[in-house]
């Protein structure tokens, strides 16, 4: 079974600084993606970005950006420019791109809580 | 499109009520999803469904059931709620794995058993 592990609970940015959040995985299989998902105070799980496991390039979304390291099972996130709207929870998530039924479900990380300092 | 929907968005149960959790995709997708957030974790699934008529077990499954009567609906039930069920709960859709990947989320559902 996949396990997603976030070891930082919390982090804490300066508004316009940059921020890594940190998440290891653990699974024997060679094709997978890896998202991040943010949740505000409201709830809503909103995705952040995605990866797939079998791009060596690093995806980007506009400020944020993920360093995916696939032999150390290792993929972070990075924040520029942070802004007082990231405040949120964090979650990394990894899904199989092999197995359907309840594979195809999403393994969640514990979460990280950011706040951002104004 | 609306996305996914998810009504109520809290409720307060006793110890032993039922209830019904409603999630409505207009996406048309096949995959749907129920997960639970407890206070400080990640989510875990709680059933999902392949299509209308089919669904299954996901991790957590005790104390809950589901139907799947169309492609757009996914309740979930609770017969006798009881303190260890309060939690958040999300419902999620996606297209066929293969197809697409991303799961979709509604709302969430706080739900409070005393």
């Known amino acids: 079974a996949q396990t997603v592990t976030q070891s930082q609970p919390e982090m804490s940015v300066q508004e316009a600084e940059t921020v890594t959040l940190s998440c290891t995985y653990d699974?024997?299989?060679?094709?997978?993606?890896l998202f991040w998902y943010k949740q505000p105070p409201s709830r809503q799980m909103i995705l952040v970005i995605r990866q797939e496991a079998y791009k060596q390039q690093n995806a980007t979304e506009n400020r944020f950006s993920v360093n995916f390291q696939k032999a150390a099972k290792s993929f972070s996130l990075k924040i520029s420019d942070s802004q007082l709207g990231d405040a949120a929870m964090y979650f990394c998530a990894y899904r199989s791109a092999l197995e359907t039924g309840a594979n195809s479900k999403l393994t969640f990380g514990k979460g990280i809580t950011l706040s951002v300092r104004p | 499109n609306a996305g996914v929907t998810q009504t109520p968005k809290f409720r307060i149960l006793k110890i032993g009520q039922s209830m019904t959790l409603q999630c409505t995709q207009d996406m048309n997708h096949n995959y749907m999803y129920w997960y639970r957030q407890d206070p400080g974790m990640g989510l875990k699934l709680i059933y999902y469904s392949v299509g209308a008529g089919i669904t299954d077990k996901g991790e957590v499954p005790n104390g809950y059931n589901v139907s799947r009567s169309t492609t757009e609906d996914f309740p979930l039930r609770l017969e006798l709620a009881a303190p260890s069920q309060t939690s958040v709960y999300f419902c999620?859709?996606?297209?066929?794995?293969?197809?697409?990947?991303?799961?979709?989320f509604g709302p969430g559902t706080r739900l409070t058993v005393t």
């Open positions: 699974t024997s299989e060679s094709d997978y993606y």
């Open positions: 999620a859709s996606s297209y066929t794995p293969g197809v697409g990947y991303e799961q979709y």
